[in-house]
């Protein structure tokens, strides 16, 4: 019983494991590699307790190869020689598996060291990550593997797996478990799509519930005690922390107020204001821009209220800045313009700037032009007159085109009237 009943209850077939439809279901491509039994590369990528290791271990069995199993946070390169050496043995005739979990953890050089046996086929690596592969793996291994992601599983979908795990320990306890309404959907939806954080959690439940010698009671209340607050998925530094903000940015770009207040709400239960509100800066410039100038202004006020406030009052100001952007008319015409300007200066030769733009010189001996000729624009009607800005080479490049909201038309009506273009 010292072992955790998510390992006891651990399936041992592809039928029994819960979730991963886009991948196991029938016809779907991991299922096919593994019911054919060549055993490629692979890795595994996604959230702690949806399955990498269960698969790992049921393609090891299928396949009848020898698995090894080894951690990037504890493994070294004399880890890893050990399990080639036995590929030499009669324990790998049929080949040696090895499961490696949180890749990630492996420096360049110890994940290098792996090539070679990759290469020549001695071992078959399946490599698990919670971190994006293509970030946090050398280049040469993603390149040399499939890479497979497994995703969060539903609340649906954890339901069969915890209401097993109860019928499990009750059986191993010799009683009655009643478990009352809603206690099992309580857990699955507060365990974040983590199977082995539900079962875990279902047999606390089992452990501290009240009864008699022959039945307990798994009440709401208890489950609700017990259940950890991990629906949330964030993690400050990893893909889920750039995947809420991403949301909320694309919400607000969207203009769906209830949505981006969503992903806002989780980033303020986490605590993490100073990036929530350095996101609202940038979506207020970015995404509003010149449709409503004034949004940025207000948006500044927020950030700087809820900074002196904190949590918990921090919510409001934060709150009325994302409902503000989210129902703000939207215009993108300044990263456009900015970003257009700066793929010139990245990218092409501009030339010098005019001489009349230059700062005063004096015109030496043998100057092309004698004097700068510029044109101070205040001395003219309606503070405008027309002459060349930019440099000879790109002197009608246009890196502004004006948004179709009515603050950005409204500033293209007058200036076409000023510069007498309509």
């Not at 320990?169 to 309404?181: H, S």
């Not at 009440?219 to 893909?239: F, I, P």
């Not at 300044?334 to 004096?362: E, Y």
């Not at 004006?402 to 009506?413: H, M, R």
Request: proline fraction near 4%; aromatic fraction near 6%.
């Amino acid at each position: 019983m010292n072992t955790p009943l998510a390992d006891r209850i651990r399936p041992r077939s592809l039928d029994d494991v819960v979730g991963q439809s886009h991948i196991l279901g029938e016809g779907k491509p991991l299922r096919r590699i593994i019911e054919n039994g060549k055993i490629p590369n692979m890795i595994f990528y996604g959230s702690s307790g949806v399955g990498k290791t269960t698969v790992a271990r049921i393609i090891a069995e299928n396949a009848g190869m020898k698995l090894h199993k080894l951690n990037g946070t504890s493994a070294s390169i004399s880890d890893i020689k050990d399990v080639i050496a036995d590929t030499n043995t009669i324990d790998g005739i049929n080949g040696v598996l090895l499961y490696l979990d949180e890749i990630q953890y492996l420096n360049k050089k110890q994940q290098q060291s792996l090539l070679e046996y990759i290469e020549n086929g001695q071992i078959t690596l399946i490599a698990s990550t919670t971190e994006n592969p293509y970030f946090y793996v050398y280049n040469a291994i993603i390149s040399r593997c499939t890479v497979f992601e497994f995703k969060p599983l539903t609340a649906e979908e954890l339901v069969p797996a915890i209401t097993r795990a109860f019928r499990l320990v009750a059986d191993e306890m010799g009683l009655k478990v009643k478990v009352e309404k809603g206690a099992v959907e309580h857990i699955a939806q507060g365990c974040g799509g983590d199977v082995r954080k539900s079962i875990n959690t279902a047999e606390l439940c089992v452990l501290s519930a009240a009864g008699t010698d022959s039945e307990i009671v798994i009440t709401k209340e208890n489950a609700e005690a017990l259940t950890q607050r991990s629906n949330m998925h964030y993690d400050r530094d990893g893909d889920f922390h750039y995947d809420i903000l991403s949301a909320l940015q694309k919400s607000i770009r969207g203009s769906d107020e209830n949505a981006a207040l969503h992903y806002a709400a989780r980033l303020m239960e986490a605590g993490d204001i100073i990036s929530l509100s350095r996101r609202l800066l940038v979506i207020a410039a970015e995404d509003i821009g010149l449709a409503y100038p004034q949004a940025i202004a207000i948006v500044k006020a927020c950030v700087d209220s809820a900074m002196q406030l904190g949590l918990p009052e921090a919510r409001l100001p934060l709150g009325e800045a994302v409902i503000l952007l989210a129902t703000a008319p939207k215009s993108n015409s300044v990263i456009m313009a900015v970003d257009a300007a700066l793929d010139d200066v990245r990218n092409r030769d501009c030339g010098d700037f005019p001489r009349h733009l230059q700062n005063k010189h004096f015109d030496g001996e043998g100057a092309e032009v004698v004097g700068q000729h510029y044109l101070y624009p205040h001395s003219f009607p309606d503070h405008y007159v027309k002459q060349q800005y930019l440099p000879d080479t790109i002197k009608d490049r246009v890196y502004y085109e004006y948004g179709d909201n009515k603050v950005e038309q409204a500033a293209k009506l007058y200036w076409q009237k000023i510069k007498g273009e309509k």
